[in-house]
């Protein structure tokens, strides 16, 4: 009995001995990159991005490409795979929101004196037409395609049928009735008037000069109906106004002119109240200017870091936010938020003005200045950067 126990102790340490290390678990990083897909690599295309889209629960997403034409990707919102892409539109894909419209299942695209109508079901090109003197400023209403143009006289507004690609003109503005002014059409909004009448809506920018003392922003409703204008308000010397199209909402026309967001009447131009920036709010230059809006809040932007939410039936600021990011070309609505792209992804809340992304970007590179398109059933949002075109979980970046 006393040999046993020896020899049990030892069999009990040999049984304790211990196991082998395990090797680390590999750490996975955090992403909220959902995919990318590397246009650059991919496609030898890319270098620059412009609007997008979410049609039929796909990503329509618009590239330039490295031998001057625009291609536009449809895509799986989901993994990125291509559905479809077209690479035959000739011209640069365009930057800014007013160079671009969306109707139905027609994406309209214009540059360089150039526009082309897509069938986003199938990516084919239906339409194809060169417009002289073509400020690439465009808007479409129902399903006719607005876009300012210019001559040495003035300025001309035409409509293009959507469908057939005929051209007529509108009405025109002549210098000599501007007090020699060139004027310079925005894209019009529109407005029906309690008769039944259609009515556009718009701003005119006009130039008297080389430099910005001498420009001047008018305002105007044209009847379509009547084919006669129904008012003009001319604006004062030194004052300019955004590219963007007025805001019209609760039978009232909002626009953004420099310092001021102008609540109009649409029946006759009169002013119904003026929002001015804060006193601090003083940036200079002027170029893009965005209005838009939630229920009844006004979401003005000017080009500086500041961004207002304004209640559209007084004027009075509801919230000011100093710090949003200097002149994103485009902003949008979507989840009760403001989303736009200026030196990263930013987000607002649209009720509160409370910062949420702040000029977000992965790994802290690239510019990040394009427009981003939300996907509300998942939260996911899309956007590019030079060359890539990202799925981005916008919930883990307002975690960040």
């Given at each position: 009995?006393?040999?046993?126990?020896?020899?049990?102790?030892?069999?009990?340490?040999?049984?304790?001995?211990?196991?082998?290390?395990?090797?680390?678990?590999?750490?996975?990083?955090?992403?909220?990159?959902?995919?990318?897909?590397?246009?650059?690599?991919?496609e030898g295309s890319g270098i620059y991005s412009a609007p997008n889209y979410i049609y039929s629960n796909q990503l329509i997403q618009c590239m330039d490409s490295k031998d001057g034409k625009t291609v536009v990707y449809c895509m799986t919102l989901d993994s990125g795979k291509i559905v479809w892409q077209n690479d035959e539109i000739p011209f640069p894909s365009p930057f800014r929101?007013?160079?671009?419209?969306?109707?139905?299942?027609?994406?309209?695209?214009?540059?360089?004196?150039?526009?082309?109508?897509?069938?986003?079901?199938?990516?084919?090109?239906?339409?194809?037409?060169?417009?002289?003197?073509?400020?690439?400023?465009?808007?479409?209403?129902?399903?006719?395609?607005?876009?300012?143009?210019?001559?040495?006289?003035?300025?001309?507004?035409?409509?293009?049928?959507?469908?057939?690609?005929?051209?007529?003109?509108?009405?025109?503005?002549?210098?000599?009735?501007?007090?020699?002014?060139?004027?310079?059409?925005?894209?019009?909004?529109?407005?029906?008037?309690?008769?039944?009448?259609?009515?556009?809506?718009?701003?005119?920018?006009?130039?008297?000069?080389?430099?910005?003392?001498?420009?001047?922003?008018?305002?105007?409703?044209?009847?379509?109906?009547?084919?006669?204008?129904?008012?003009?308000?001319?604006?004062?010397?030194?004052?300019?106004?955004?590219?963007?199209?007025?805001?019209?909402?609760?039978?009232?026309?909002?626009?953004?002119?420099?310092?001021?967001?102008?609540?109009?009447?649409?029946?006759?131009?009169?002013?119904?109240?003026?929002?001015?920036?804060?006193?601090?709010?003083?940036?200079?230059?002027?170029?893009?200017?965005?209005?838009?809006?939630?229920?009844?809040?006004?979401?003005?932007?000017?080009?500086?870091?500041?961004?207002?939410?304004?209640?559209?039936?007084?004027?009075?600021?509801?919230?000011?936010?100093?710090?949003?990011?200097?002149?994103?070309?485009?902003?949008?609505?979507?989840?009760?938020?403001?989303?736009?792209?200026?030196?990263?992804?930013?987000?607002?809340?649209?009720?509160?003005?409370?910062?949420?992304?702040?000029?977000?970007?992965?790994?802290?590179?690239?510019?990040?200045?394009?427009?981003?398109?939300?996907?509300?059933?998942?939260?996911?949002?899309?956007?590019?950067?030079?060359?890539?075109?990202?799925?981005?979980?916008?919930?883990?970046?307002m975690e960040e």
């Amino acid at each position: 009995m006393l040999n046993i126990l020896p020899i049990t102790l030892l069999l009990s340490f040999s049984n304790c001995k211990k196991e082998p290390p395990k090797p680390a678990e590999p750490k996975v990083e955090k992403t909220p990159v959902v995919w990318y897909y590397d246009v650059e690599r991919n496609e030898g295309s890319g270098i620059y991005s412009a609007p997008n889209y979410i049609y039929s629960n796909q990503l329509i997403q618009c590239m330039d490409s490295k031998d001057g034409k625009t291609v536009v990707y449809c895509m799986t919102l989901d993994s990125g795979k291509i559905v479809w892409q077209n690479d035959e539109i000739p011209f640069p894909s365009p930057f800014r929101a007013v160079d671009t419209d969306l109707s139905e299942n027609y994406l309209v695209l214009t540059s360089n004196q150039k526009l082309c109508v897509l069938d986003l079901n199938n990516g084919n090109i239906v339409l194809s037409v060169d417009v002289i003197g073509s400020r690439n400023i465009i808007k479409v209403i129902n399903h006719k395609i607005y876009i300012s143009t210019t001559n040495p006289k003035g300025a001309i507004l035409k409509v293009i049928d959507i469908n057939s690609g005929v051209t007529k003109d509108v009405f025109s503005l002549l210098k000599d009735d501007l007090d020699n002014y060139a004027p310079t059409l925005t894209a019009p909004a529109f407005w029906q008037h309690p008769n039944g009448d259609e009515i556009l809506i718009m701003g005119n920018r006009s130039y008297n000069g080389q430099v910005a003392q001498y420009d001047r922003y008018d305002m105007l409703a044209y009847n379509l109906t009547a084919d006669t204008m129904l008012w003009y308000k001319k604006g004062t010397p030194g004052i300019r106004g955004s590219i963007a199209s007025p805001l019209v909402q609760d039978n009232k026309a909002v626009f953004y002119v420099e310092r001021n967001v102008e609540c109009l009447n649409p029946l006759n131009g009169e002013t119904i109240w003026t929002h001015t920036r804060h006193l601090a709010d003083n940036f200079s230059a002027y170029k893009s200017g965005n209005i838009t809006s939630l229920g009844n809040i006004v979401i003005a932007k000017p080009d500086s870091d500041y961004m207002y939410g304004v209640d559209i039936n007084t004027g009075n600021t509801l919230w000011s936010n100093p710090k949003t990011a200097t002149m994103p070309y485009t902003i949008r609505i979507a989840m009760d938020k403001v989303w736009y792209g200026s030196g990263g992804v930013n987000c607002i809340d649209a009720s509160t003005g409370k910062t949420l992304i702040d000029k977000w970007r992965y790994q802290n590179k690239g510019s990040w200045m394009n427009p981003i398109t939300v996907d509300e059933n998942t939260g996911y949002i899309y956007t590019t950067a030079d060359g890539v075109i990202y799925c981005l979980d916008a919930n883990m970046l307002m975690e960040e």
